[in-house]
């Protein structure tokens, strides 16, 4: 198994407040991703990074902000949660990057929005 | 505007036959095509994938066909085992300059595999 852990891996928060997750990988690849899983839309790409500093959109990136300050840490921020936000939080990790790389996926963080 | 569709929500079979999920795409520039699996309160397990220059993949109980001229691939579990009861994603790649390789993934398909 691919050393990606993330945390915390359940979480309950008020509508408005600040929320960030956080992934760890022990692989020390390049590319990292974050993902939503949400019923009836498979997994969904909100922002991703290709090096350390280096951030790009995703599909679904409003409302969403990311850093990479070092290789093994990629934290998403919901800098004022809502509602629709509630979903289950996918990071994702690969060694070469696109087009033909295979990403490998942590636990996930499942976040509720009240 | 889904790109990659997986049109089946579920599928049941019987322990030791075929199982046989699909998949359709739309971007014809995709050129790499993968299937995940997922039990439940995990993360998504990589299984099997097929470049656009192949149109069959095999390994061990898996396979993946690929038709590009139908836009379609397709997930073969050969004999089927009651721990291949899961949800599996398929996910496609390239897409040239407006997808930048990202990965695009269908809705899933609920597998459950009767013993």
Redesign the interface.
């Known amino acids: 198994d691919a050393g990606?852990t993330q945390s915390p891996r359940h979480k309950v928060t008020e509508t408005g407040t600040p929320v960030t997750l956080r992934c760890h990988q022990t692989e020390n690849h390049r590319y990292m991703?974050w993902y939503r899983q949400d019923p009836?839309?498979?997994?969904?790409?909100i922002h991703?990074s290709y090096g350390v500093k280096d951030t790009d959109k995703?599909?679904v990136s409003d409302g969403y902000s990311v850093s990479r300050s070092k290789t093994e840490d990629f934290l998403l921020t919901l800098e004022s949660a809502t509602s629709s936000q509630t979903s289950v939080y996918?990071c994702a990790i690969s060694e070469n990057?696109?087009?033909?790389d295979?990403?490998?996926?942590?636990?996930?963080t499942r976040l509720t929005v009240l | 505007d889904q790109q990659?569709k997986?049109n089946s929500p579920s599928l049941s079979v019987q322990e030791g036959r075929i199982s046989i999920l699909n998949c359709d795409y739309t971007n014809s520039m995709f050129?790499?095509f993968?299937w995940?699996k997922k039990y439940p309160?995990?993360?998504?397990?990589?299984l099997i994938?097929i470049?656009s220059i192949k149109d069959k993949n095999e390994d061990g109980r898996f396979t993946v066909f690929l038709n590009k001229s139908a836009k379609h691939l397709s997930l073969h579990i050969v004999p089927s085992q009651p721990g291949d009861s899961a949800v599996y994603?398929c996910?496609a790649?390239?897409g040239g300059s407006s997808n930048?390789?990202?990965?695009?993934?269908?809705?899933?398909t609920t597998l459950q595999v009767k013993p």
């Open positions: 990606i991703y009836g839309h498979g997994l969904r790409l991703y995703g599909e996918f990057g696109p087009p033909t295979t990403q490998y996926f942590g636990p996930g | 990659v997986q050129d790499y993968l995940y309160a995990e993360g998504p397990t990589f994938s470049s994603f996910a790649s390239g930048t390789g990202k990965l695009i993934f269908g809705q899933g």
